[in-house]
């Protein structure tokens, strides 16, 4: 189950601001064009903007928190949170 907190380094009542600071962060860090030969940190980058993507929007991040609620129990298909 992926925590999108975690992965941006953040807890769970940051507000709108401490998000987007930690993901530029992160999102400089590990961007491909820094990274060329490091398959690894593309990876991560797709990580921490999905993960910014849902915590930065209100009804996602609602949606998401609920799902983590509920022990994140995995959809139909088993892919996990799905917004």
Known sequence: ?????QML???KDADDDEIRSRYRSLA????????????QAEEKFKEVAEAY???TDRVKREQYDSWQ???????QNQDGFRY
């Open 69 to 75: 609620k509920m022990g994140g129990a995995h959809s």
């Open 9 to 11: 380094g953040v807890e």
């Open 1 to 5: 189950m992926k925590d999108y907190y």
């Open 28 to 39: 400089m860090e590990y961007h491909p064009d820094r990274n060329p030969d490091d398959p």
């Open 53 to 55: 993507g849902v915590l």
